[in-house]
Nanobody, 122 residues
């Protein structure tokens, strides 16, 4: 079993930056792919970034490329999402998730955090 706890959300002005963290419990963290997703009110959960278990491979949708960076520290059981050049449309609850398969589909992820709110003001 893996438990995930996100932190680092908050209110930021457009053009600003935030770094989200996700702390994982459990001894299998280093063998799991990790992902970040977000969900805005009235919208479906959206893929934001994924990283392989080793950290060598990362994947982003077009909406995040060049602005967001996912990274992980397996020694600290933590995955990060650095978000730069934030836009009002990035406003959402951000979730980290863990999967046995490196993928962008939320259906492949077995463990989810409780989410952290990110609000970008214009």
């Amino acid at each position: 079993q893996v438990q995930l706890v996100e932190s680092g959300g908050g209110l930021v002005q457009a053009g600003g930056s935030l770094r989200l963290s996700c702390a994982a419990s459990g001894r299998t963290f280093s063998s799991l792919a990790m992902g970040w997703f977000r969900q805005a009110p009235g919208k479906e959960r959206e893929f934001v970034a994924a990283i392989s278990w080793s950290g060598v491979s990362t994947y982003y949708p077009d909406s995040a490329k060049g602005r967001f960076t996912i990274s992980r520290d397996n020694a600290k059981n933590t995955v990060y999402l650095q978000m730069n050049s934030l836009k009002p449309e990035d406003t959402a609850v951000y979730y980290c998730a863990a999967a046995y398969k490196y993928d962008s589909s939320p259906y492949e992820y077995d463990y989810w955090g409780q989410g952290t709110q990110v609000t970008v003001s214009s």
